[in-house]
């Protein structure tokens, strides 16, 4: 037989006994969830970045610490390492406590943490200003995530893995060729009725529609064949009224002829508005139903509009007051041409 | 190798009498168990137990009946009669690359169903000892809660170790019992490692499935107004790891649209259908594969048909996921942008989009 002395037999009894003893020896564990989402992940790139973790033991967090993998180049400025806790992942709840890191060495930049509660995903974001360059390219690049407590030591870390690539962005081109479109809607456009020294008398009108996604808008101008109403049986003419003084002439106080331009539709759709400026239609901006612009037989702006439009519209309308002894005739006619181009 | 130990009745008593070492002695037998071929000799023996543990003190058995080796060991007398079969090794691998855990299937080694196993862990040829616990976890106790029947292992389907730390040895052993003095010691080991986690990730643009390389460029060419363009290239990923949740990859816009420089006007970013809308671009989910686990998903923003999109801005938006670790994961999606008749002409439209992944491990 064996003998065994009283001492072994004693801690023979110590190790049947040691389980009832409720005791966990502390020992560092896993993160539940661990990952660090760059920016960039392009080659030897400049980024910032977002540090996610869910703690899985019970203790006092005071700092973590994130090991970037071998290859990354940490800028040991640690002031530049600022966080936000803004835009991140759903589901996410805001690193208590963090802040600017504390200390940056070799591939460890640590920031400052208060208590973590265990089950609950923290995320922050560090800078990505003067911070942290990417290594080369590759994939499984290892780094890890540590909690720690104010001793400092490790309560909870997790290794996590990056892959960087030779370039992460893709460039979109894309064209929006010009666009122009001009209409009148008419060809002719007859007086209402007779001429007459005692009245102005206008024509039912045309419009003119344009639509443009020329950047700038467009201009309309018009040019008159005979700068006024000839008869060709008489070989009388009534002469257009004015100067080209980008100022209408008001024909109930004169006679002669003329050209009134409304702008009947300024559309809300695109970026443009449509105006009769100095040089650019103020000249045919009549108001009332008796002024118009002189006409020339050169062309003459009477409208423009600074942007896009899907279909801005202008009446132009031609008006006459005759002397009393204008020659009768019913063939007085005058032509005008009437253009407009994109500003693109 | 095992060792039966004879106890010295005498010192047992001087023990017991002179320590405050409280046991209650009683006689040997349980209300479980039965000590059949039971004998005194001169020394006599004596029992004691408490709620949960029990000492069985047996004399005038011989002490030589025993032999062992490096890898098998055999005894005799009433105690190792009584023993549950020693587990051989169990099955010990890691058969989904995993980081941070390792499957064990207990071998029952024709122990009955309700004889339970106990395992231990070390990642030093057990100079350092730790045990499996209940919850699969790794602990330097092994309470009696971590015994386990075969089917509490998980049967043939053994359970995942977990909470291990990446790139790290362990070999594992077990030991059966089943009920009073029937402990083994622990069998033989097994060993297995876990890995370091692992992520794989590449860009690719191209109007099918294939491999590009840099600079990536996507040309719309002529946007025609009011009709809904589509991209002549997609933006592929190729997504893999072993994150124990996955992964997601993510898209971002720097100009939250296709931006002209020439005349500042910002074709911008939505959300919705391109058809309805005067103008707008975004981005469509196209496709998913993966050659195992996962699966990658289109996240619900993007996965849309028709002319409907999701906007890309300057946050990072997820555009695919895996909730589990994926191999091989393929995804891809593709542009759509309409411009109208209001929309200023322009050759230099443009955007930068960024796509990351990350693990989550």
């Not at chain 1, 780094?143 to 001793?151: E, F, K, L, W």
């Not at chain 1, 005692?198 to 008159?224: E, L």
């Not at chain 2, 099955?91 to 169903?113: A, Q």
Request: negative net charge; hydrophobic residues 40%; contains cysteine.
């Amino acid at each position: 037989m064996q003998k065994i002395s009283t001492v072994k037999v004693l801690a023979m009894l110590v190790a049947v006994v040691a389980p009832l003893i409720a005791y966990n020896e502390a020992s560092a564990a896993n993160l539940a969830t661990a990952y660090v989402k760059l920016d960039r992940l392009r080659a030897t790139t400049t980024t910032g970045g977002t540090v996610c973790a869910r703690p899985t033991t019970v203790a006092t967090e005071a700092s973590v610490q994130v090991t970037f993998p071998a290859g990354f180049t940490l800028n040991t400025t640690a002031a530049n390492w600022t966080t936000t806790t803004t835009n991140l992942p759903s589901g996410t709840s805001a690193w208590p406590g963090i802040g600017t890191a504390t200390a940056v060495a070799g591939q460890v930049a640590t920031f400052p943490s208060t208590d973590l509660t265990v089950g609950t995903t923290y995320c922050f974001n560090f800078d990505g200003v003067a911070t942290l360059t990417n290594a080369t390219a590759g994939n499984d690049k290892v780094g890890t995530i540590t909690t720690r407590d104010s001793v400092p030591a490790t309560i909870d870390n997790a290794s996590f893995a990056l892959s960087i690539v030779s370039d992460d962005q893709i460039v979109v081109t894309a064209v929006v060729p010009p666009i122009f479109s001009f209409a009148l809607s008419g060809n002719t456009d007859a007086f209402t009725g007779n001429l007459s020294p005692s009245a102005v008398t206008s024509t039912s009108g045309r419009t003119a529609t344009v639509a443009t996604n020329a950047n700038n808008g467009w201009v309309t101008w018009v040019k008159s064949a005979n700068a006024g109403l000839n008869s060709a049986v008489t070989g009388a003419s009534i002469a257009t009224a004015g100067t080209l003084n980008d100022t209408p002439t008001d024909l109930s106080g004169t006679t002669g002829y003329a050209l009134d331009v409304d702008v009947t539709t300024d559309s809300a759709t695109g970026t443009g508005v449509v105006s009769q400026g100095a040089a650019y239609g103020a000249e045919y901006n009549g108001v009332g139903a008796n002024s118009g612009g002189t006409l020339s037989s050169t062309f003459q702006a009477i409208a423009s509009s600074t942007g896009t439009t899907d279909g801005d519209v202008l009446t132009l309308t031609e008006r006459a007051r005759v002397t009393a002894v204008q020659a009768a005739a019913n063939d007085y006619t005058d032509t005008l041409t009437v253009i407009a181009a994109g500003r693109f | 190798m095992y060792r039966k130990i004879k106890i010295n009745l005498a010192e047992l008593k001087k023990f017991f009498s002179s320590t405050l070492f409280v046991f209650l002695l009683v006689m040997p037998a349980s209300t479980n168990y039965q000590l059949k071929d039971f004998g005194f000799g001169n020394g006599g023996q004596g029992n004691s137990s408490s709620p949960n543990y029990s000492l069985n003190a047996i004399t005038g058995e011989v002490s030589a009946g025993k032999m062992n080796s490096a890898g098998f060991g055999i005894g005799s007398g009433l105690v190792f009669t009584n023993q549950a079969n020693v587990p051989v090794a169990p099955t010990f691998d890691n058969p989904g690359n995993y980081y941070n855990k390792l499957r064990l299937v207990i071998n029952s080694s024709g122990n009955p169903s309700n004889a339970k196993f106990a395992v231990a862990i070390s990642r030093d040829n057990f100079v350092t000892t730790q045990y499996v616990q209940n919850d699969n976890t790794i602990g330097s106790v092994l309470g009696l809660e971590d015994y386990q029947t075969y089917a509490g292992w998980g049967g043939a389907s053994g359970v995942l170790i977990i909470g291990l730390p990446a790139n790290t040895n362990f070999e594992v052993r077990a030991k059966a019992i089943r009920g009073k003095f029937t402990e083994t010691a622990f069998g033989p080991s097994a060993a297995a490692a876990t890995l370091n986690p692992t992520l794989t990730f590449d860009v690719d643009v191209s109007a099918t499935d294939s491999e590009t390389n840099p600079p990536f460029v996507i040309n719309f060419g002529n946007l025609m107004a009011n009709a809904v363009t589509d991209s002549p290239q997609k933006i592929w990923i190729d997504f893999s790891t072993n994150g124990e949740s996955g992964g997601k990859v993510y898209v971002m816009g720097k100009n939250a649209g296709l931006k002209s420089s020439t005349n500042g006007h910002t074709i911008s970013t939505m959300s919705g259908d391109l058809s309805l809308a005067v103008e707008g671009f975004g981005a469509q989910g196209f496709s998913v594969a993966q050659a195992a686990g996962g699966p990658l998903a289109i996240a619900p923003a993007y996965d849309q048909i028709g002319n409907n999109v999701s906007q890309v801005d300057s946050s990072a938006r997820e555009m695919f996921s895996s909730a589990t670790p994926i191999a091989n994961g393929r995804g891809s999606f593709l542009l759509k942008a309409k411009s109208s008749m209001t929309t200023p002409s322009a050759e230099d439209y443009n955007e930068t989009f960024t796509v990351v992944a990350s693990g989550n491990f």
